[in-house]
T-cell receptor, first 112, second 114 residues
Framework: RKEVEQDPGPFNVPEGATVAFNCTYS??????FFWYRQDCRKEPKLLMS???SGNEDGRFTAQLNRASQYISLLIRDSKLSDSATYLCVVNIPMDSSYKLIFGSGTRLLVRP | GAGVSQTPSNKVTEKGKYVELRCDPISGHTALYWYRQSLGQGPEFLIYFQGTGAADDSGLPNDRFFAVRPEGSVSTLKIQRTERGDSAVYLC????????????FGPGTRLTVL
């Protein structure tokens, strides 16, 4: 079983639609959670951190369910510029460090 | 300010050759990470440096892969006897010490082994 699992998509939605991505993780010791965005042939960039209480940044809402080891990202009022791959990322503590484990990503295509 | 830079941006080599990939992190960032990303996959962790030392090299796939960071800044990922399966984008990221938050990625080096 992969440590971080995501639906690869693609999700093909019209402008203005609301779309939700889900992610599950296997390591219950995971401490921090993130969504990164990656445009085609570009590097990943942090979209938002995910907190237990849920958090919102403009049109983006992230939620974490530690009991179910489940993370979600909701995008409201989709824009053409939201087209990208969204990577679910989990921070796993190691002995004296930590590392990020990335999901394979969910591809979003927003059409006019 | 300057972000993470990586050179070369593209590298084409022949099977069996040796390659070096360079990463220049954001100034002042003590943590440096190498990842490998294959098509359709998320970045896969390779190695993590805190300062000059490799704090975690558990992601290096085998002993053909080695990385150094001798002065705690620039890092070099070295691959010996390259194989076609090594073809991927190699990403470097850095972050301030002691943070559980954002890692800043460089643009990557696209390695193609013929």
């Amino acid at each position: 079983r992969k440590e971080v699992e995501q639906d690869p998509g693609p999700f093909n939605v019209p402008e203005g639609a609301t779309v939700a991505f889900n992610c599950t993780y296997s390591n219950s010791a995971s401490q921090s959670f993130f969504w990164y965005r990656q445009d085609c042939r570009k590097e990943p960039k942090l979209l938002m951190s995910v907190y237990s209480s849920g958090n919102e940044d403009g049109r983006f809402t992230a939620q974490l369910n530690r009991a179910s080891q489940y993370i979600s990202l909701l995008i409201r009022d989709s824009k053409l510029s939201d087209s990208a791959t969204y990577l679910c990322v989990v921070n796993i503590p190691m002995d004296s460090s930590y590392k990020l484990i990335f999901g394979s990503g969910t591809r979003l295509l927003v059409r006019p | 300010g300057a972000g993470v830079s990586q050179t070369p941006s593209n590298k084409v080599t022949e099977k069996g050759k040796y390659v070096e990939l360079r990463c220049d992190p954001i100034s002042g960032h003590t943590a440096l990470y190498w990842y490998r990303q294959s098509l359709g996959q998320g970045p896969e962790f390779l190695i993590y440096f805190q300062g000059t030392g490799a704090a975690d090299d558990s992601g290096l796939p085998n002993d053909r892969f080695f990385a150094v960071r001798p002065e705690g800044s620039v890092s070099t990922l070295k691959i010996q006897r390259t194989e076609r399966g090594d073809s991927a984008v190699y990403l470097c990221a850095s972050s301030p010490w002691g943070t559980y938050n954002e890692q800043f990625f460089g643009p990557g080096t696209r390695l193609t082994v013929l």
